[in-house]
């Protein structure tokens, strides 16, 4: 009797679509030499070669892999049937990965969040730690990342997101600075933008430089809360969409120095997130992003 692994099964396919280990492995959040192993481990079990073995190459089926894969698939999509028809029973699902900036989590979907598991109980969310917005589009073009929010220019947009909002741009410093600025002389204030280097600093500067702004004199904080806090200090002008004005400037210290063309916000869900719950997902997310911060 065989003694294969359902797991197994699923790296096997996994593989067979992506093309290769390292895919797969990015795919499935799982190490390459997991992968490795997974597979001839398989292969011990079955007997067989899946793939040929050529270096540096796409992974190509044997005529046996080629046998194995249907059968696979048939496998795979009678268990699903079987799903389907216990859906009203007990089952375990594994939480989504879910990327939600901190200033969009805690102003927009953390006070909506008790209603939408009382909706959806079954439905649960592990939200990932803050991430560069490199390391966020690299995990949504790897698979690593079921749903995420971010708020980009419009020609940064992740493939396969939708447009939930669109969001005023500007920069932003104390209400008291009367004067009115042209992009020369607000190059010359002081700014304080996000970590340097950072692909949202890059997305900010290439943004201002688009309008004829070019910053002199940078210093650097990741954090827009305290960002907000050192513009209020008049320590320096800070570029920022509005919602993180209106949210962390309650006395209304700064005001809109120099307008800039608005970021759009965008959701992505992964294609295999489950329909219904990527649709519950779409309804709350769209809701929460619409509603004001509580």
């Known amino acids: 009797m065989y003694s294969f692994t359902f797991r197994q099964i699923e790296i096997f396919l996994e593989i067979c679509q992506v093309g290769n280990f390292s895919g797969a492995a990015a795919r499935l959040d799982v190490s390459q030499p997991a992968v490795s192993n997974a597979i001839h481990s398989l292969e011990a079990q079955l007997g067989i070669s899946l793939f040929e073995r050529r270096r540096g190459a796409s992974c190509v089926l044997t005529a046996e892999g080629i046998a194995f894969q249907e059968c696979a698939r048939q496998f795979v999509a009678r268990c699903e049937g079987i799903g389907r028809v216990s859906r009203t029973g007990r089952r375990r699902r594994r939480p989504l990965r879910v990327f939600i900036g901190a200033h969009l989590l805690e102003d927009y979907i953390r006070p909506l969040l ?148 608005p970021w759009e916000r965008r959701l992505y869900i992964n294609s295999r997130v489950e329909p219904t719950s990527a649709t519950a997902i779409a309804s709350f997310v769209t809701r929460a992003m619409g509603s004001a911060p509580r």
Request: glycine content about 8%.
């Open 114 to 261: 008790s209603e939408f598991y009382e909706e959806h109980p079954h439905l649960q969310m592990n939200f990932l730690p803050e991430k560069c917005r490199d390391q966020i589009l690299q995990d949504i073009h790897g698979g690593r990342i079921d749903v995420a929010v971010i708020t980009v220019p419009p020609d940064e947009r992740p493939p396969g997101s939708a447009l939930v909002g669109v969001i005023p741009t500007g920069i932003y410093g104390l209400r008291s600075r009367r004067e009115k600025f042209t992009a020369d002389t607000i190059s010359m204030l002081p700014f304080v933008l996000p970590t340097a280097g950072s692909r949202l600093t890059a997305s900010m500067l290439r943004h201002l430089e688009q309008h004829g702004v070019h910053p002199r004199n940078i210093s650097y904080c990741p954090y827009h809360d305290v960002r907000v806090r050192l513009a209020c200090r008049g320590k320096g002008v800070i570029f920022a969409v509005q919602s993180v004005i209106d949210n962390h400037d309650p006395r209304g210290q700064l005001r809109l120095l120099f307008p800039a063309d």
